[in-house]
């Protein structure tokens, strides 16, 4: 059972690049989002999606795009990368859209570095 | 607004006693859950315990415990008889759904880092 899993663990890049960070999971889990965690602080929310096919905004989702093609994937795109998106990139699932006890649960995080 | 406030950005405790983490939180929504991760030096969020809105009883999980105060708006995180491995950012988050938005969200505190000492 491999969960939420993502790719890369580390990545580097240079201003101005381009970049797709994978996640996927095995749940059949409707809702999944992505976080940045920059140092001292919390997780902030980029972009979620409640299903196959719909995205929305998070708190901070500049600078960042996704799709959502199948029920499994969901990959971030940065178009071009700014050293204000050197951060810990989390994506996360869960069972439904509600307020049910089904807990988020997390990938093991991408270290990006923005040069 | 949703709000998520940790005021504490470290604690200490000793191991074997009690520690209580704040957390307060702001939402108009009546309709809202509470939960609580562990972020061990690792890096991975663990889920520690959850309190829904309408919960008429204070959620536990093992050690740890939620003390939830609707009318304060606090969801503390009291954990029971510390342990070394208890050392780890601890971070409370609320999922709620804003006004005008259609889906919940989970939004995070800025997290307390926990170090027990031996």
């Known amino acids: 059972n491999a969960g939420v899993t993502q790719t890369p663990k580390f990545q580097v890049l240079k201003t101005g690049q381009s970049m797709t960070l994978q996640c996927a999971q095995d749940?059949?889990?409707?809702?999944m989002s992505w976080y940045r965690q920059d140092p001292g602080m919390g997780l902030r929310l980029i972009h979620y999606?409640?299903?196959?096919?719909?995205?929305d905004q998070g708190e901070v989702p500049n600078g960042y795009n996704v799709s959502r093609s199948t029920t499994e994937d969901f990959p971030l795109r940065l178009l071009s990368a700014a050293p204000s998106q050197t951060s810990v990139y989390f994506c996360?699932?869960?069972?439904?859209?509600?307020?049910?006890?089904?807990?988020?649960?997390f990938g093991p995080g991408t270290r990006l570095t923005v040069l | 607004a949703q709000k998520i406030t940790q005021t504490q950005p470290g604690m200490f405790v000793q191991e074997k006693e009690a520690v209580t983490l704040d957390c307060t939180y702001d939402?108009?929504?009546?309709?809202?859950?509470l939960f609580w991760y562990k972020q061990p030096s690792s890096g991975e969020m663990i889920f520690l315990i959850y309190q829904g809105s309408y919960d008429q009883q204070n959620a536990t999980e093992g050690r740890y415990s939620l003390n939830f105060q609707k009318a304060r708006k606090s969801a503390n995180l009291v954990i029971s008889a510390s342990q070394l491995g208890d050392s780890a950012m601890y971070f409370c988050a609320m999922r709620d759904r804003a006004v005008g938005d259609s889906s919940y969200k989970l939004i995070f505190g800025s997290g307390t880092r926990l170090l027990v000492r031996p």
């Open positions: 749940m059949n889990h409707e809702y």
């Open positions: 996360a699932s869960s069972a439904r859209d509600s307020l049910s006890t089904d807990t988020q649960y």
């Open positions: 939402t108009s929504d009546p309709s809202y859950g």
């Open positions: 999606s409640v299903g196959a096919g719909i995205t």
